[in-house]
DNA sequence: TAGGCCATCTGGTCCT
DNA sequence: AGGACCAGATGGCCTA
């Protein structure tokens, strides 16, 4: 009934997922029950009880964001042989990754309007108008704006000018913009 | 050996 | 009351 909720099997309280861990953390031969810290009594039982339960589920709750995490670097591009992004190496490459991607889509909407005009008005090639706004879309589209504008503002200074990052599906580019982000 | 990364434990706080 | 979330502490493993 009590879950053999023993002081050793508690926190070590292994826990569903040692098979997935075990692999992941380096140190974890045995699950859990790595550290121990507090009273080394454990307090009075009922407390004690109530503490392993919890720190069963902040386990769990972590695992769940490992898991996450790890679902998250498999959807970046990486290469496989590569070795393992760290939490907060996946967490940035993973925010400047969209944000190229998003960088590429709006200028591909550029891009599409721009044509779109340029076919709507052969009739008057030389017309300001047209004139006027290719040159403020070009302009806008590949410089100040376009990176200031959309980009957070903890991100300005990472990926670099626009023009670079074109390649989102080039991975080791990509993660060429993982250290700068704050 | 120092420093980075990580897993776990723990107590506090907030929410249901 | 109990669970979720969080941040600090601790110690193990790995690499330069």
Redesign the pocket.
Known sequence: MDLALSDTD????F?ARSDD?NS??????S?????????AD??PPVKRN??????????N???SL?DALEILREVLPACPEET??????TLRFAHNYIWALSETLRNADLEAERSFHRAEAPINPGSSSSEAWSCSSSSSSSSSSSSSSSSPVYCASSPGSPENYFQPQDAMFLRAFVPPVY
């Open positions: 508690t926190s070590s309280g826990s861990e992941r953390s380096p140190c974890a031969t699950p859990v029950m790595k550290k121990r810290r507090g009273r454990g307090g109530r503490r392993v339960k919890a720190n069963d589920r902040e386990r709750r972590m695992h490992n393992k992004m760290t939490k907060i190496e």
